[in-house]
């Protein structure tokens, strides 16, 4: 399983959602993050390249550059790919992490954003999916942090509907054979499963992980 933000292959032709209020669910995750431990940095992860501290050095610099996405302010921040570099924290990520998710949540409340033509990662793509790969990664991150620190997660709804939908629609997309997702094999997981259990497999995770496991 591979992690990062979507191939442009995925991105670029995947169904587009309409508005959505990113706030409820970068909420949720500000508060798993805040309940990090200095000790659960160095844990591992659902991505097998990532210990805690990556996970959330790739949630900040997500949202900053979903954010200029949605603001159009292009430059570095939106053009340069997720796998450039391993992303990791900087030292005052406890205070710049809830700023840039409120960021990008304020962002996405413009509907401008959601409209046109945006660029994330270096691929240009419509606002709306744009949108769509955002919800995706605070809902999967936001379950990737809560399972690693063995937290509850409950995700917003409607987030949770997004990333979904978005995740579906990949992998119908021409030249994938269905058990092929965003991120590398799609879990088999049964059709009568909780939605979010669903929306795991979907993006490459088995919705039974556990640390240690």
């Not at 994330?120 to 990737?144: F, N, Q, R, S, T």
């Not at 997660?153 to 979904?164: C, I, N, T, V």
């Not at 997309?173 to 979907?202: C, I, K, M, Q, Y």
Request: proline content about 11%; some cysteine.
């Amino acid at each position: 399983m591979t992690d990062p933000t979507p191939p442009p292959t995925a991105t670029a032709t995947a169904t587009a959602i309409p508005t959505l209020d990113l706030g409820p669910q970068v909420r949720i995750v500000a508060r798993l993050a805040q309940d990090v431990t200095d000790e659960q940095l160095t844990d591992g992860t659902p991505c097998p390249e990532y210990e805690v501290r990556h996970l959330l050095g790739h949630l900040a610099g997500l949202c900053v550059a979903f954010r200029d996405a949605g603001r159009r302010n292009f430059g570095a921040t939106t053009d340069t790919s997720p796998d450039a570099a391993l992303p990791d924290l900087d030292p005052g990520w406890r205070e710049d992490l809830p700023v840039v998710l409120g960021e990008l949540a304020e962002a996405w409340r413009d509907p401008g954003a959601w409209t046109g033509t945006t660029r994330a990662g270096g691929v240009d793509l419509p606002g709306g999916v744009a949108g769509a790969v955002a919800a995706d990664e605070l809902v999967i991150h936001g379950w990737d942090l809560a399972r690693t620190t063995g937290r509850d997660y409950a995700p917003d709804p409607a987030a949770l509907e997004a990333a979904h939908a978005f995740l579906l629609a990949a992998a119908a997309e021409p030249g994938r054979d269905g058990g092929e997702g965003v991120f590398g094999p799609v879990v088999p997981v049964p059709p009568d499963a909780p939605l979010l259990d669903r929306t795991v497999g979907l993006s490459g995770r088995d919705p039974g992980w556990a640390p240690g496991v």
